[in-house]
């Protein structure tokens, strides 16, 4: 690249930390979107949002009524978050995405959405980010005469709470995470459940039954065993017996119960639910599990609760460079059949562009909302990079990205999860929708960018317009603080006194 000789190709025409104004397009306004609003309104300047769009790690609720939730008390919850952080002002809601392009003449992405009542609105921005989820795309059971069905006919993530299922004989067809948690509480009240089950699962101890107080000792919980994963590991080999063992303590009402539902697969291959009191409610005398008997049985209500369509592929079309689509065959021929990306969130051939929860960012074991937030945290960082630094464009290198999907591959091989198992977790046989280790080795690994992963085009020719005109903000204003620097002493000798090895 060549530059200009003379002070004028070299002294910006702006203060070194004075920010370039962007706009961001969120599409989503669901957990991630919200974390992804807070977190870029709170940590980047100069910023234009408008969003079309479980707890917090730095705001804590307290006032739980209960260890395991209720949905109406989550989105309370959610909905103050909203509320206090006053994000949705920005926020345009009854809006469906329907395509976002990227426009290489002009450097930007263009957004087409539609209202409600038909009408195709356009927006554009220079930083475009997906947060619209995975889990959330229902996927009705293919079942001969469903449609026909004239009894009420309800699917787990759309709940009609006006209906009363008090008395009633009820269907409920699905034993993922949704299935265990609806079975327990709708049981007591029901005048006959039944219970179709397609695949076994494994069930879990619940947390609450070791009457955890803090957040803390949660966290920890929470966050500890992760060796259970890999196979082979001591704790993996401890683990079938352990949870065998509790499953057949919970049936010992109905111990014939236990062969229909006891995997052969081992324990996290498929998301592992704590499920309390759903082993319990199968023995009741008014429930029970059915298998392809061919008896005809009436119920007054199915309740579907047959999970999502995870391909994430399904949502709305995004283009990048040469109209290249998203995740599209094309795509995955490259990348060995793989829903490739750079640590789950950026895509190469797609500038300024960001997923939140996109292939390869779930957890099998862990905290996904702490993934969630290290993501916002991750995308406000770049931001501010192309903010400062006169960035126009950034996007990951392709040998990155290869790079990140033959460490998925190789790194999977080696743990319970490309076991033999029915899974939304893989997608063709691979393990597409699990970050490859830890969910404390993502937050560690998503603290600070590697650069050196990235390739840019900039503004201007300029190779010293980071380093603006030679002043800060704070010089140009008599009330900033120009000693930000300084450091207190006691709070050195502190970290010291914590880090210094000990002496033998």
């Not at 609806?182 to 049981?187: F, H, K, L, M, S």
Request: glycine share 6%.
């Amino acid at each position: 690249m060549a530059y200009s000789n003379g002070n004028a190709g070299y002294v910006a025409r702006r203060h070194v930390d004075t920010t370039r104004p962007l706009k961001v397009v969120i599409v989503g306004a669901g957990i991630s979107g919200i974390i992804s609003a807070i977190k870029l309104l709170d940590s980047v300047q100069n910023l234009n949002m408008p969003a079309h769009t479980y707890q917090l790690s730095w705001d804590h609720n307290a006032a739980w009524t209960q260890f395991y939730a209720t949905a109406p008390e989550i989105l309370k919850y959610w909905k103050r978050v909203a509320e206090k952080y006053d994000i949705k002002r920005y926020m345009k809601f009854s809006h469906r995405a329907t395509e976002a392009r990227w426009d290489e003449s002009a450097a930007r992405w263009a957004v087409t959405l539609q209202d409600k009542r038909g009408h195709t609105v356009h927006d554009d921005c220079d930083v475009f980010i997906s947060a619209v989820g995975i889990l959330n795309a229902w996927d009705w059971p293919s079942i001969p005469g469903l449609g026909d069905y004239k009894g009420k006919l309800m699917y787990s993530a759309a709940w009609d709470t006006s209906f009363d299922l008090e008395g009633k004989s009820v269907a409920v067809i699905g034993a993922g995470s949704s299935g265990i948690q609806i079975v327990p509480n709708i049981q007591p009240m029901v005048k006959r459940l039944d219970h179709y089950v397609r695949g076994k699962t494994w069930i879990a101890t619940p947390i609450a039954d070791q009457e955890l107080k803090k957040r803390g000792q949660v966290e920890t919980t929470v966050q500890t065993g992760f060796q259970v994963t890999l196979r082979a590991s001591i704790e993996q080999n401890e683990a079938r017996p352990y949870f065998e063992t509790l499953m057949a303590q919970c049936l010992s009402k109905k111990p014939t119960v236990l062969s229909h539902i006891l995997p052969d697969f081992p324990p996290f291959c498929k998301r592992l639910t704590p499920g309390p009191g759903y082993l319990e409610a199968l023995t009741e005398e008014n429930s029970g599990i059915l298998t392809t008997d061919n008896k005809h049985r009436e119920v007054d209500a199915i309740v579907c609760a047959t999970g999502f369509n995870t391909s994430f592929t399904n949502r709305f079309p995004v283009y990048g460079i040469g109209g290249a689509l998203l995740f599209g065959e094309e795509r995955q021929q490259q990348y060995r059949c793989r829903l490739s990306t750079y640590l789950s969130t950026a895509v190469d051939g797609f500038p300024n562009f960001f997923l939140f929860l996109g292939p390869n960012s779930g957890v099998g074991h862990g905290n996904l909302l702490m993934i969630v937030e290290r993501l916002a945290d991750y995308c406000a960082k770049t931001l501010r990079k192309m903010q400062t630094q006169d960035i126009l464009t950034i996007q990951p290198r392709m040998s990155a990205v290869d790079s990140f999907s033959a460490f998925c591959e190789e790194y999977f091989k080696e743990t319970v999860f490309s076991a033999d198992c029915s899974s939304w977790y893989k997608i063709g046989g691979k393990v597409a929708a699990l970050w490859p280790g830890s969910s404390l080795h993502a937050i560690k690994t998503l603290e600070e960018p590697r650069w050196e992963d990235f390739e840019y085009t900039f503004l201007n020719d300029n190779p010293t317009a980071w380093l603006g005109d030679g002043s800060t903000e704070a010089d140009h204003d008599p009330n900033a603080d120009k000693t930000y620097y300084l450091t207190s002493t006691q709070l050195i000798k502190d970290n010291l006194a914590e880090k210094r090895p000990s002496v033998a």
